[in-house]
């Protein structure tokens, strides 16, 4: 499978990613950790712009707080900000901003998502600050994590030295059974005016 300008982590998706499996939708399956270094399904461009906006929308049933899906904001396993939907400790499902700061990880935003059908995502990133968000209807978008520090998502911040740059896109990880499926309606990346 190639979409112009998306590229895999490491290896390529190979069965991880299908546009055949649904019709329309793009078919994430999940693997790793979003900090394994191995097997991560993630697809995911160049940022191109110092102010940006990033929008999909998916459909995704987590059962455990181990499978996730979203947006991610990337530069490395140990530095990116994760827009995901997730399940809570009582199965429900939830959506939070899972930040990876030099490798240690803290949430913000944790809230409860109503149904389990589509949601729109989105992240936007103003020259140093970023901020994500998520929708039921594309109208009314509901801010999740706060504003974040977008600038440690660059060749400077990260203790492991230079990588790839900037990274924008979606994932799919399952830690439970390697077997979570996330369907992605569409991906648009859209420059803003600084």
């Known amino acids: 499978m190639v979409l112009p300008e998306f590229h895999s982590l490491r290896i390529p998706l190979k069965e991880a990613a299908s546009l055949t499996a649904r019709p329309g939708w793009l078919r994430l399956v999940g693997k790793d950790s979003p900090n394994s270094r191995f097997e991560q399904t993630l697809l995911m461009r160049r940022q191109e712009d110092f102010c940006f906006s990033f929008e999909t929308a998916m459909e995704f049933s987590p059962i455990s ?3 996730m899906a979203g947006i ?5 396993e ?4 994760y827009l995901r939907i997730t399940t809570d400790t009582e199965g429900k499902r939830i959506i939070d ?5 030099h490798g240690k990880a803290s949430y913000q935003g944790t809230q409860r998502l109503s ?3 589509l949601v729109y995502l989105k992240v936007r990133v103003k020259n140093t600050e970023g901020s994500f968000s998520f929708s039921y209807d594309r109208k009314v978008w509901y801010n ?3 504003v974040w520090d977008a600038s440690k998502i660059s060749d400077e911040y990260p203790e492991e030295g230079a990588y790839t740059g900037a990274m924008v896109g979606i994932g799919c990880h399952d830690m439970l059974y390697r077997s979570a499926k996330a369907d992605f309606a569409f991906m648009e990346y859209c420059p803003e005016e600084v």
């Open 78 to 81: 140990c530095d990116f900000y």
């Open 97 to 101: 901003c899972m930040i990876m700061d």
């Open 115 to 117: 149904g389990n059908g």
């Open 72 to 76: 991610l904001y990337f530069y490395d």
């Open 65 to 67: 707080e181990r499978q």
């Open 144 to 146: 999740v994590g706060g």
